[in-house]
């Protein structure tokens, strides 16, 4: 493995004169070199997102009607064979949407399951012993950025899927690439800028990053880190997460919103412990996140012979690794990250992290 080091250019001052004529605010001098790592209250004031408009904006926004607009009351052929369009439905208890299987999804969801399994295997390329190889970081380095990164996300209110998908490349990228520390959180952060462009509608721009990381880096320094990235990751972008795969099972085995956040809670301290999960596949531990939620929340059988068939892995094989999650969860109050404990603690997710685990006493356990 070869330690890499972006050399320091001027090309950063041009872009900095051209900032300053179009008028773009500059940080004063007193807030550059910041510590690496620090609260993002400090400057979360300087990130410049885009702005909705108001009501008076979008009514003046909208076309006067026309002759044409009739023609599209007339019906659609295809309307009366299939439906494309998702169905949506608003959870009264919260805010967010979700989105009910269609029923072209439902006759395709095991092709879906297949395929995913699939790609899971053709990307899983994260060595889990790639920790040994980096000489200049270790595994609570690695758990201080992602406690970082959740926290980047929740301030931005970037989707789950980003953050699953963004620890996904960075540890893809560490199993290939050795990192000195100081170039760490730049890592990071470009893991999950590409990751937002995957996933968002307006995603943090590299200006934004920038001030995210204390000033410690430039723009561009993050534009280089993101090439690099990319052809490391041979631009397969699209890996299948944990997160994927608990909402697949979660939908077509109708599990209740309660039992879904609690696997999506158990699933990302999960992503704390690289050492202890890196060598199993997502679609395991998703399922060992939702036997693991089941059995907390007193549900009759905690895997189901229908979630075993479709998901393909029996109780047996799921024991050891539930046993493991089992202690993770009963160790978060005590860790020293606490962003996803107190993300899981709001009504958002129906304050699950605020359970506590139960006696773990599975039936076949034994190997």
């Given at each position: 493995m070869t330690t890499f080091h972006i050399h320091e250019d001027f090309s950063?001052?041009?872009?900095?004169?051209q900032l300053k004529q179009k008028t773009v605010k500059v940080l004063p001098d007193n807030k550059k070199h910041r510590t690496v790592l620090q609260p993002l209250s400090?400057?979360?004031?300087?990130?410049?997102?885009?702005?909705?408009?108001?009501?008076?904006e979008n009514t003046a926004a909208i076309p006067k009607k026309t002759k044409n607009d009739d023609l599209e009351k007339l019906p659609n052929p295809l309307s009366d064979i299939v439906s494309f369009k998702p169905v949506f439905k608003k959870n009264a208890s919260n805010s967010m949407w979700l989105i009910a299987t269609s029923s072209i999804e439902k006759e395709y969801e095991d092709e879906i399951w297949t395929y995913l399994t699939f790609l899971e295997k053709k990307l899983h390329k994260i060595k889990p012993s790639y920790m040994t190889k980096q000489i200049y970081l270790n595994w609570q380095m690695r758990s201080v950025l992602i406690d970082w990164l959740i926290n980047v996300a929740e301030e931005y209110q970037l989707s789950n899927y980003t953050v699953h998908l963004s620890i996904n490349y960075l540890d893809r990228f560490l199993s290939n690439i050795s990192v000195i520390k100081e170039k760490f959180q730049l890592v990071g952060a470009t893991a999950m800028m590409i990751a937002g462009k995957m996933e968002e509608v307006y995603p943090p721009d590299t200006r934004?990053?920038?001030?995210?990381?204390?000033?410690?880096?430039?723009?561009?320094?993050?534009?280089?880190?993101?090439?690099?990235?990319?052809?490391?990751?041979k631009f397969d972008m699209h890996a299948p997460t944990i997160l994927d795969f608990i909402k697949h099972l979660c939908a077509k085995h109708k599990q209740d919103n309660t039992t879904m956040y609690l696997a999506m809670y158990l699933s990302e301290l999960v992503l704390l412990e690289g050492e202890d999960y890196l060598q199993q596949f997502p679609s395991k531990l998703a399922s060992a996140s939702l036997v693991l939620a089941r059995h907390t929340l007193f549900k009759p059988e905690p895997w189901t012979k229908n979630m075993e068939e479709s998901a393909g892995y029996s109780l047996k094989q799921l024991s050891p690794v539930v046993q493991k999650q089992q202690k993770?969860?009963?160790?978060?109050?005590f860790k020293e990250q606490q962003t996803i404990q107190k993300k899981y603690a709001s009504d958002k997710y129906q304050r699950v992290a605020l359970l506590k685990p139960r006696i773990l006493l599975l039936e076949e356990d034994e190997e």
């Open positions: 950063y001052l041009v872009e900095n004169v400090n400057y979360q004031q300087n990130a410049k997102r885009p702005k909705t408009g108001t009501g008076e934004e990053w920038a001030f995210l990381t204390g000033d410690a880096f430039t723009v561009r320094q993050i534009i280089k880190m993101e090439q690099l990235m990319l052809k490391i990751l993770t969860f009963r160790s978060s109050p």
